[in-house]
C-alpha cells in the first residue's frame, strides 16, 4: 500500500477508535471520514474511500440518516426469496413496527461460518445500533463493495481494516476489503450490497428484520409463525440466544456451498444443533473408507474423502495418519459451542479432524506436510494455513472429480 494511503488508514481507524466524544474527524485529502456522536460506546472504524471501486459492484452511496433507528428484534428467514406476499403479511402484523428485507447466509471462514447479510445500505443501516446507524462513512464503504464487520468477528479473526477476507472456502472464493468495523444488527456478523451478495450466490431478500418497538417480541413472534407457516423460520435477536429455538442455515460461497444444501435445524442450550432430519437422510452417508474404517460424511466429501485416503496410502503414508485419533467429520454443533461463533462447518459434514492430540489449535501442529499436500490436491482446505491454526481440521474447499 502507498505510504499516504497507509498514513490515512491508520489515523482513521486511531481518530475513530479512541474518541467517543469528538464531533468529527477530518484526515487530509480524505474529507470527513467519520462523525462520532457524543457518549457513544461502541467504537467505530472507517477507512478512507476504497481507490480500487469496482463500478459492477457499487451502489448509490446513502444519504445521512434522518429519522429515528429501529430495533431489530425478529428475523424471518427462508429458503427462497420471500415474496411480495409474505412481506406484506409481516409488515402489517400486528405488532410490527418496522421492517426490511435483506439476504442472508452463512460463508464459510477459518473452518467457522460467519452470518453475512446482502443489504441496501439506506435501508437497513436504521435496523442496526445507533452510533453505526448515523455512521455515513461505514455505509459509503458498504456502498462501494467493501465488507464492514464487527468489533467482535474483526477480533476473533484477527482481521485488521483495509485487510482482506476471503468469504467462502473454495479455491475460488471471493475476497473483499475490510472497509468498516461496526456493530451490526444483532446475530449479523458482517454486511456487504446486494451486489455483493449476488456475486457471493446468496439468495436475494430471502430474509426479513423486525422490529416490535413496545410490543412483545414473542408475542409478535409467534403471530408470525401462525400467518406465515412452516414457510420460514422466526428467531429473536436477543442479547442471549434462547434455551432452545429454529434456524435457516445456508451456506454461500462457491460450488462446495452449492452442492451441501440448506436446511433448518433446532439448536439446543449445550450449543449441539439437530439439523432437519429430511435433509440429513437425503446427504449424509456412512460408508467405509481408507485407514479410518466407518465414518458420517456428506455425500459430496465422501468420494474425495476416500480418495485422499487412499492416496495416502499408496504413498506408504498410513502410519501417519491414526484411526484411533481421528475426531470425526459429521458433528452438528457451534464452534466452541458458542452459537455467537456460528455453526461449526461439521454440522454439514464437510470437514475431518485427524490426528487431534498432536495438532490442537493454535499449535503448528505434527501433520505430516506430505499428507497436507496429498489432501488439498483432493479439494480440501487445511486449518494449519489460517493466521489462528487448526492442525488437524481439513475441510472441503473445491469439487474434485476422482481420480
Not at 258 to 263: D, H, L, N, R, T
Request: hydrophobic share 45%; net charge negative; with cysteine.
Amino acid at each position: 500500500m502507498h505510504r499516504t494511503a497507509r498514513t490515512r488508514l491508520v489515523a482513521a481507524a486511531l481518530c475513530l477508535a479512541v474518541s467517543t466524544t469528538a464531533a468529527g474527524c477530518a484526515l487530509p485529502g480524505a474529507g470527513t471520514v467519520q462523525t462520532v456522536p457524543a457518549g457513544a460506546e461502541v467504537p467505530v472504524l472507517a477507512g478512507p474511500v476504497d481507490p480500487g471501486v469496482d463500478p459492477a459492484v457499487s451502489v448509490e452511496a446513502p444519504a445521512p440518516l434522518s429519522g429515528r433507528v429501529e430495533s431489530a428484534d425478529l428475523v424471518v428467514v427462508g429458503r427462497d426469496t420471500l415474496s411480495r406476499r409474505v412481506q406484506r403479511h409481516i409488515a402489517t402484523t400486528r405488532g410490527v413496527d418496522a421492517s426490511v428485507s435483506l439476504a442472508m447466509a452463512a460463508a464459510p471462514v477459518h473452518g467457522r461460518t460467519v452470518t453475512l447479510a446482502a443489504v441496501d445500505p439506506s435501508t437497513y443501516r436504521r435496523f442496526t445500533p445507533a452510533v453505526t446507524a448515523r455512521a455515513d462513512a461505514v455505509w459509503q464503504r458498504v456502498a462501494e463493495g467493501n465488507l464492514a464487520m464487527t468489533p467482535e468477528l474483526a477480533e476473533d479473526l484477527g482481521q485488521r481494516l483495509g485487510g482482506d477476507l476471503t468469504l467462502g472456502n473454495d479455491q475460488g472464493a471471493l475476497t473483499l476489503r475490510v472497509g468498516a468495523q461496526a456493530s451490526m444488527a444483532p446475530k449479523i456478523d458482517a454486511v456487504v450490497n446486494h451486489l455483493r451478495g449476488r456475486q457471493l450466490g446468496m439468495v436475494p431478500a430471502n430474509a426479513v428484520l423486525v422490529s416490535t418497538d413496545e410490543a412483545d417480541p414473542a408475542t409478535v413472534a409467534e403471530a408470525l409463525r401462525r400467518r406465515l407457516g412452516r414457510q420460514v423460520t422466526v428467531s429473536p435477536l436477543t442479547e442471549t440466544l434462547p434455551a432452545q429455538g429454529r434456524q435457516t442455515a445456508f451456506l454461500t460461497g462457491g460450488s462446495v456451498a452449492e452442492a451441501v444444501g440448506s436446511f433448518r435445524y433446532r439448536y439446543f442450550a449445550d450449543g449441539t444443533v439437530e439439523p432437519d432430519p429430511a435433509w440429513t437422510a437425503a446427504n449424509l452417508r456412512t460408508e467405509t473408507v481408507p485407514i479410518l474404517g466407518q465414518v458420517t460424511c456428506h455425500r459430496v466429501m465422501l468420494p474425495q474423502l476416500r480418495g485422499a485416503l487412499q492416496e495416502v496410502v499408496d504413498s506408504g503414508l498410513e502410519d501417519r495418519v491414526d484411526p484411533g485419533d481421528f475426531g470425526g467429520c459429521y458433528a452438528p454443533r457451534f464452534i466452541a459451542d458458542d452459537p455467537a461463533k456460528g455453526l461449526s462447518l461439521h454440522t454439514w459434514g464437510i470437514a475431518v479432524d485427524l490426528n487431534v492430540q498432536g495438532n490442537l489449535r493454535g499449535s503448528t501442529g505434527e501433520i505430516d506436510p506430505r499428507v497436507v499436500d496429498i489432501f488439498k490436491s483432493w479439494g480440501f482446505a487445511w486449518g494449519g494455513d489460517w493466521a489462528y491454526t487448526d492442525p488437524m481440521h481439513f475441510e472441503l474447499a473445491a469439487l474434485v472429480r476422482p481420480r
